[in-house]
């Protein structure tokens, strides 16, 4: 499964709706609604039984936009304790149902359905007994959805603008129940037998290969698949598509085939000639082959949870899987190949090696997210895919980790919808934990402790304890008598059930030449404390300047949770002076973040300033822009310190340094916007970037030769130099632009094209904009659309901007039809630039509609937090409050999003109050009087002159 912040979500405006129905249909059928335990409702199914087999009957008429179905599940289960209660989950209509033992038919009093739970249950009239098996027949009927949940459709338009349609099924983190009945646990294993009808137009496909295909006295056809190994509800995959093939010949001839729509099966070559070598490079580190007899993907328009990895037959959104000559950017061909492989990961852990309950989901994905940089990079090496990890992934993950309300990975949870939310971004931590123990530890010893785990407990499910004894016990076979003093399974508890991070404070007595080391836990709002007083074993590498060895990753020494003060003092391997700076954590191999005294952080500035050769490598750059700005956020620091650290980027041309210098200077761009904002920051951010701009151009560099740091770092220097109000950026983006709409040929850079896109339309006129929509509408590639969906709503009229906004909102046509993430981009777009008042306005206007088309799930909460660091004016900020006191009203978002979303704009007031005064000043002091350098106004060029006089032409 595929950890992303948009992704794994269930609607729950629609679940709502569903149960209710369901709620209702039961009534109709004079079954009783179980009331609720006066303990609390109990979400997991009792102990009495458990399936031993199934069998399963699909049918859809799809192609024929009939979206009701109907089916047949024979369970095959086994009683364990005696009970007159049989359990399973579903969440279906229910048309009819026999219990049987040998053909011979068991008595049901009732069945009662929990709308709460989503546990149906059939009492018994008498009670059946222990090791006994028994067979649970259900007809049901559903209804096929829109929501990437169950079983639901798509519809797709192939070149010859033909409306087709797809069913397939998303049956991940307890959705199987929408689809059909079944015990709804990732613990329960079992084999399937699957049969799918359907018109003979259409292509049925499942986990396994075709066993063989009926026809049927009504014209239709009955595909039987092949057995599955055992397996669980979550990782069955039903698929009814008219669809294109292509197929490659992987490892011992298995056959690896893709299916895409007819008019896009040309661009799947790229997807499998990336994941051919790859199998056999993640075989060899798990110590075991790929065992399933073929390998199949299926390309899906706007699937939210972006992939999944059904057994056999994965799902990627399209955007993963196509890959377009001339179209797709090294970014997204990049991001396909880390997708590819996070799902061929899957096929050890969450397939081969299952979970006993959701709550374990950090197990499976742990090692997806990990391998998903690891083989990647074996495959893309001029990518630097290990350090973009970092510089990615884990700044994010640090990010989403460092609220007082933030849980431990572990912590159990039972909710339906909780579990439903569990992998919107929030998993990847137990990827850097199994990351620092690689480094801790050693690589091979690393290896084997995974090989072991998988050889242990193929076609078995794991929980902590097992995860822990495993990797403890190959350890000791390793190390011998020579075991660290820190136990494999002591690191692992510790980062694994406590949630949160350390922060790590390096306070040196510069008389005495000592370091003194203390931790306790990072919290990024400035009113928050831990009550707990939690402490980690923190691995601990470090460097100096007298020896930068940024090589040696091992841990030096451990911090651990019993001390409360480590004392570090020069020895052989490591020495230092006063004059000497000291870093920890070299590579960043471990999830933390440090505070330095000041001291030390001056000397660390000092060093960045020597420029290039750096004596610190790219991590460890990149860490210290993170690490000084995150505590300056927090008042840990000062602010100017972080900007001591920060203005060095001039001299930078590393990617990874760059990416995550953006993420702050768009942040201080946002919270410092104002009248000011010429004199100070966006003068600053201007000098940053004026020399980058010139050297890169902010046209394409079509030299074949250059490097991919190079390519990846361009929109950003342009999109931060616009924003600085650049003359020279906006007009050349603006020329840009416009000349493309009078040629109707692409002049701008593809990587990020959208960054250009929207700051030319920033200022461009209406037949400029309405050439881009209409463009953005004519296409069908996702990854080509996305340029636009992500710039048209930057477009200067709010008229124009509203009315897109209101057309996401429509039910799809063939004149709008966006996907989710397309919907999200319009939105955000929006707010991000200058039109934040309107977005208001939007959700205050439109929220039943938005309920329906966006959901007020994660991802729009977290863009409602956002939101808030735009809010300058107090007209603004007042009806940004309304807003959320009617979206609370009605039910969109709960009491606690809304205290988080209010305590964020809270946070963001503060903290301009507390230190916009410092920064201008540290910014006026940087500048030396009367040093406002003309260069910077007078770097027009002939072209730009030339530029210029074309648009007032055009004009």
Known sequence: MLVKLPFCVIFLFFSVIIVATIHTEWQDLGQSLRAVEESGPVYRLNNSTEPTYYELWMETQVQDEIFNYSGRVIINFRVLEPTKIVTIHSLVKIQSYRILKDQDEIGVSEIEFNNITEILSFILSDEIKTDSNYLLDIHFTGILNEQSHGFFYRRFTEKTNEVSYIATTYLHSGNA???????????????????VTHHPSMEAISNMPVDYIANNTDGSVTTT????????????IITVADYASKTRMGPRDIPVTIYAPKSFIHEV??????????????????????????????????????????????????????YKKDTTTESQRVRMARIITHELVHNYFGSLVGIKWWTDMWIIEAFANFGEFYFTDVFLPDYNLR???????????????????????????????????????????????????????????????????????????????????IFEETMEEQYENDYPEIKVSDLLRSWIEQPGYPLLIANRDYEKNEIYLTQHRFLSSRNESDPTNSSWYIPLSMSTSQEPNMNETRPCVWMKPDIEELVLKPDASHSWGEDDWVLFNIQQTVYFRINYD?????????????GYPFRIPPLNRAQLIDDSFSLAYSDVIDFPLALDIIKYVINEDQYTIWQAANRHLLSLNRLLDGPAYEKYFGRF???????????????????????????????IIVDLACRSGSGKCLTATRVLVMAESLTGHRLVPREVSSVYYCHGLRNANYETFKYF?????????????????????????????????????AQDTPEFMYSTQERLALLATSFRNGHVRLVVDFFQENHPAIAIRYGFRAVVEGLLREMTSYLHLDEDIK?????????????????????RITDEMEHNFEWVNDNKKDIEEWIQNYFEPGSVSMATRNILTIGIFIAVATINYFK
């Open 773 to 809: 929509w209409e463009k953005f509408h004519n296409l069908s590639h996702e990854q080509e659309r996305s340029h636009f969906s992500n710039s048209l709503t930057c477009y200067h009229d709010e008229e124009v901007v509203m009315d897109i906004l209101l057309s996401t909102l």
């Open 269 to 322: 070559d790229f997807a499998l000639d990336y994941t051919i070598p790859v199998i056999p490079r993640i075989e060899l580190f798990m110590g075991y082959e790929y065992n399933m007899p073929k390998l199949d993907y299926v390309s899906l328009l706007d699937f939210v949870p972006g992939a999944m990895e059904n057994w056999g037959t994965f799902v990627f959104d399209s955007q993963y899987m196509l």
């Open 685 to 715: 951010l201007q000098h940053l970037t004026d020399g980058h701009l010139d050297k890169l151009d902010v046209f394409e560099n079509i030299n074949p030769n250059e490097s991919i740091s190079s390519t990846f770092i361009r929109p």
């Open 598 to 610: 000041t001291r030390n952080w001056r000397l660390l500035a000092r060093e960045l300033h020597q």
């Open 225 to 236: 698949f092949e057995e599955t190994p055992p397996t669980t509800p979550n990782l069955i």
């Open 387 to 469: 350090e973009l990890y970092v510089t990615d992934v884990m700044y994010r993950s640090l990010i989403e980790h460092s609220f007082i309300g933030t849980r431990s990975i572990a912590a159990y949870i039972e909710e339906p919808d909780e579990i439903r939310r569990i992998l919107e971004g929030y998993l990847s931590k137990a990827a850097f934990t199994m990351r620092m123990v690689l480094y801790a530890y050693g690589e091979e010893k690393f290896r084997n402790c995974v090989q072991k785990l998988v050889r242990s407990m193929s076609y078995d499910v794991v929980g902590p304890e097992d995860v822990y004894e």
């Open 879 to 899: 009806s940004f409050v309304a807003m959320l006191d009617t979206l609370e009203s009605f039910g969109h978002i709960s009491d606690v999003a809304k205290k």
């Open 177 to 195: 129940r929408f689809a059909f009945p079944c015990y709804d646990e990732p613990r329960y294993r079992t084999i399937f037998l699957i049969h």
